[in-house]
């Protein structure tokens, strides 16, 4: 098994996922190709299962709650947090 930058083992997943990743040609096509369809997959077995998830990434989240209403907020907080980190007009 191969190691990632950090020296921890690859797994099959996700090398298969970085193949995959790879061969978008644009940001459109990795959404369409990738992400959605792994979302999807990772939505249909949470609500299966009843899960709240929320996996924290060394530069990411990811939150299923099972609630359109939910998403909604959340989605709409996490644009206002990145709307107050970005520089104002003019700054840099």
Known sequence: MSKSKKGKPVSDLR???LE???ACP???A????VIMPFVQALEDVCAARGYVLNIYGEQANLVFTG???AAEE???MIESYLDSRAPSEGEE
């Open 74 to 76: 959340i989605y709409a």
């Open 20 to 22: 995959r990743m790879e």
């Open 15 to 17: 090398r298969l996922m």
């Open 26 to 28: 644009t940001a459109e």
């Open 67 to 69: 609630d359109e209403d």
């Open 30 to 33: 990795l959404n369409d190709r």
